[in-house]
């Protein structure tokens, strides 16, 4: 996959409880209290081509979309069910993504709380769902099957395939099946076979090294929910853009989430955050995104925590926690700069070989070792962000 930047969104009738996505099982609501939410759900502010232009700006080339979450409330004109939405928000959404060419990927929930055949006892998240005597999965099985075909022929070009909550159940014959309507697609590693992607949530790679596979990160605004809350927290902006910064540095795509509220309104918290965020992520002009990992090595390199990636003749040095100094020191480099530049600003940086007095040079035996050193990088003014150095070669 080409590695992107993407935003999730979780909205369901869930959204109503102001509480979280999983409110019905985790805060115990009974079913007939919750599932009377679905009168109640007429957002009256739903504007979905403010959200897909909110995405574009700020660098977002896709948004995954919540089509049924765990309770089995489906956000689109299904004809499976009744326990639906009255207009097909999805439709509107789909359009808006394909009218300001963002790409949409579809989430899926695989436990189901509402379906009288879900219940999986090989599966997790199984709080709410029906455990019925006369329960055949294989009609459960068939009624996903029928809304996925509605999901992957109805509604364009679909991006990716998130399959949420893996059944436990080996089946590749339902990603295949996928694949057929939709060639092209990427299926996450959440259903019926691995697929193609792996999904880390809320966790952050250790290492530096390039993902061994193919890899979409995501964590949302606030650390406790996904969906929306109306007493909400939120991580520092400081703490995702270096959660960003790496893994897409990595190789790795990484979805950003926001809950929309049950109007339909992207609380201002989190369009000002997502704000902070594009306006950062636009400035690293696009080197996070589709690149190779840079194999050079470039021995000891001073400054603080980096990866290294490279597109053609440029490589970008992505220092995501920042940097503990005005100059980087690289101790050894392919040839000379034709130029630097730190992408947070756009400016030209200076840069030479220098001598560090102290170390013992291999080479001449002296006490002084050459480097590569890029200078006055105005680093403090840039301290609440990570640090892109851009270098042609
Ligand atoms: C977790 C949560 C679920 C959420 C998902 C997003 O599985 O339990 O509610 O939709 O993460 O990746």
Redesign the pocket.
Same mark, same amino acid.
């Given at each position: 996959m080409d590695n992107k930047f993407g935003l999730?969104i979780?909205w369901g009738i869930y959204s109503l409880t102001g509480i979280?996505?999983?409110a019905f099982a985790r805060a115990d609501w009974d079913r007939e209290k919750y599932e009377a939410l679905a009168e109640q759900f007429n957002p009256a502010n739903y504007h979905p081509e403010e959200w897909v232009i909110m995405a574009k700006n700020a660098g977002m080339e896709y948004i995954c979309f @919540?089509t049924k979450?765990?309770d089995g409330y489906c956000m689109w004109d299904t004809k499976y069910t009744n326990y639906k939405v009255k207009r097909d928000l999805l439709r509107e959404l789909a359009d808006a993504c394909h009218k300001h060419e963002v790409k949409l990927s579809l989430?899926y929930?695989n436990p189901d709380w509402h379906h009288p055949h879900a219940y999986n006892p090989h599966s997790t998240?199984q709080w709410k769902a029906i455990r019925n005597p006369q329960g055949d999965f294989a009609l459960y099985k068939q009624y996903v099957k029928d809304q996925i075909t509605e999901l992957l022929t109805g509604y364009g070009p679909i991006y990716t395939l998130?399959w949420?909550?893996p059944p436990g159940i080996t089946d590749p014959t339902l990603n295949d099946y996928a694949r057929s309507l939709q060639p092209g697609i990427l299926i996450n590693n959440?259903g019926f076979d691995q697929g193609d992607f792996s @999904?880390p949530?809320?966790e952050l790679a250790a290492n530096r090294d390039p993902y061994p596979q193919m890899t979409e990160a995501?964590n949302?605004l606030d650390p406790q929910s996904?969906?929306y809350r109306t007493e909400p927290d939120y991580y520092s902006t400081r703490f995702l853009l270096s959660s960003i910064a790496k893994t897409m540095a990595k190789g790795g795509s990484f979805?950003l989430?926001v809950g929309p509220d049950p109007d339909g309104v992207i609380p201002p918290e989190s369009r000002d955050r997502l704000e902070i965020i594009g306006n950062w992520y636009n400035r690293t002009e696009g080197s996070l995104a589709n690149h190779t990992p840079d194999l050079f090595d470039y021995g000891r390199v001073t400054g603080g925590e980096y990866i290294a990636v490279r597109k053609g003749n440029k490589s970008y040095f992505h220092f995501y926690d920042g940097l503990n100094a005005t100059a980087i020191l690289l101790e050894r480099w392919p040839g000379l700069p034709k130029s630097v530049r730190l992408l947070n600003s756009g400016e030209s940086l200076p840069f030479g070989i220098g001598c560090q007095v102290g170390y013992i040079n291999g080479t001449t035996g002296r006490m002084e070792q050459e480097f590569l050193w890029i200078r006055k990088i105005p680093t403090d003014h840039y301290a609440a962000e990570p640090i892109t150095i851009e270098i042609i070669w």
């Open positions: 999730f979780h979280q996505e999983q @919540t979450h765990h989430y929930s998240h998130f949420d909550v959440r @999904t949530e809320r995501c949302s996904w969906g979805l989430n």
